[in-house]
């Protein structure tokens, strides 16, 4: 990581335009093969079901609790902006 900022660093005068498309590939391409690995492990296919049910119970509680964070600090701005309603 710090390899490549200074690397940014050294050249931030420099366009690199292909960098995004780049990285989006590259991060495709983790995905695939991560989900290739999965597939060949027997113990994650066999506990795919408590897998899935985990994924989506942490998944539902961290949007909620996202939600209700954002909410609290929405009112505690608009009330020190004096319109809270």
């Given at each position: 990581m710090a390899?490549?900022?200074a690397t940014g660093w050294?050249?931030?005068?420099?366009s690199f335009k292909f960098i995004n498309?780049?990285?989006?590939v590259l991060?495709?391409?983790l995905l695939f093969f991560l989900g290739v690995e999965?597939?060949?492990?027997?113990?994650?296919i066999d506990g795919i079901k408590d897998l899935g049910m985990e994924a989506l119970l942490l998944a539902l509680a961290g949007t909620a609790g996202s939600i209700a964070?954002?909410?609290?600090?929405?009112?505690l701005?608009?009330?020190?902006?004096g319109g809270g309603r």
């Open positions: 390899a490549g900022i050294l050249l931030r005068r420099r498309t780049l990285l989006i991060v495709w391409a999965a597939g060949e492990n027997q113990a994650v964070l954002a909410w609290v600090l929405w009112k701005i608009k009330r020190k902006e």
